[in-house]
């Protein structure tokens, strides 16, 4: 990771434990600890994607399993996690997890090459983009509602694994220009993760 994306992400995370610790009132403790949770999700390289859903099943007081499914920038993403000081206050809770964002077969784009000659030229094409497989480690901060609800700001980073490989046909001597490199690389999976989540506590 890069010095200046982790004093970003150290930065984010000592502003929100400050905010929380300042604002702590009577939503942040709940009577009983629901048995599972419903959540609607949204983030960068998260395992929700930029949109999705997430189940949680409570295991014991502190430990907590999500499932995510959603839509991202890499085709659509499932992940899978254990929460840990996932109790029923307000908390800082380590997550371990892995997703899996399983591409698009064929993406139609407008995009730019260059030829053999070097002349730059935009045109249609269909681009492949390959599966690929994250580990990611992160620390949520939730909130939690009367009923159970939990409120969860999550922040951490994706370390790409494996795949996230991406083909398009080319014409002898073509090949895509920097800045249509550039386009693909930004859309890859993987970084610095922010994310929100809003879970239903069902008991």
């Given at each position: 990771m890069k010095p200046l994306k982790l004093s970003i992400l150290v930065t984010i995370i000592v502003i929100t434990n400050n905010i929380?610790?300042?604002?702590?009132?009577?939503?942040?403790?709940?009577p009983k600890s629901p048995s599972f949770y419903f959540g609607?999700?949204?983030?960068?390289?998260?395992n929700t994607g930029l949109t999705g859903i997430k189940l949680g099943a409570r295991l014991n007081e502190s430990t907590l399993v999500e499932a995510s499914a959603g839509i991202g920038s890499w085709g659509n993403k499932?992940?899978?996690g254990v929460v840990l000081n996932a109790k029923n206050s307000a908390s800082w809770c380590p997550v371990i997890s892995i997703s899996r964002a399983t591409?698009?077969?064929?993406?139609?784009t407008n995009l730019e090459f260059k030829n053999a000659l070097g002349?730059?030229?935009?045109?249609d094409v269909d681009i492949s983009l390959n599966p690929a497989?994250?580990?990611?480690?992160?620390?949520?901060?939730?909130?939690?509602?009367?009923?159970?609800n939990r409120i969860v700001l999550e922040l951490?980073?994706?370390?790409?694994?494996?795949?996230?490989?991406?083909?398009?046909a080319l014409n002898q001597g073509e090949?895509?220009?920097?800045a249509s490199e550039k386009v693909m690389n930004s859309l890859k999976p993987g970084g610095i993760m922010i994310g929100f989540s809003y879970n239903f506590g069902i008991k």
């Amino acid at each position: 990771m890069k010095p200046l994306k982790l004093s970003i992400l150290v930065t984010i995370i000592v502003i929100t434990n400050n905010i929380a610790f300042s604002q702590t009132n009577k939503y942040d403790e709940a009577p009983k600890s629901p048995s599972f949770y419903f959540g609607l999700g949204t983030g960068i390289n998260v395992n929700t994607g930029l949109t999705g859903i997430k189940l949680g099943a409570r295991l014991n007081e502190s430990t907590l399993v999500e499932a995510s499914a959603g839509i991202g920038s890499w085709g659509n993403k499932f992940g899978l996690g254990v929460v840990l000081n996932a109790k029923n206050s307000a908390s800082w809770c380590p997550v371990i997890s892995i997703s899996r964002a399983t591409g698009i077969d064929k993406l139609s784009t407008n995009l730019e090459f260059k030829n053999a000659l070097g002349a730059t030229y935009k045109k249609d094409v269909d681009i492949s983009l390959n599966p690929a497989t994250l580990f990611n480690i992160s620390m949520q901060r939730q909130w939690i509602r009367p009923k159970g609800n939990r409120i969860v700001l999550e922040l951490g980073y994706s370390i790409l694994f494996a795949g996230s490989e991406y083909s398009v046909a080319l014409n002898q001597g073509e090949k895509l220009s920097d800045a249509s490199e550039k386009v693909m690389n930004s859309l890859k999976p993987g970084g610095i993760m922010i994310g929100f989540s809003y879970n239903f506590g069902i008991k």
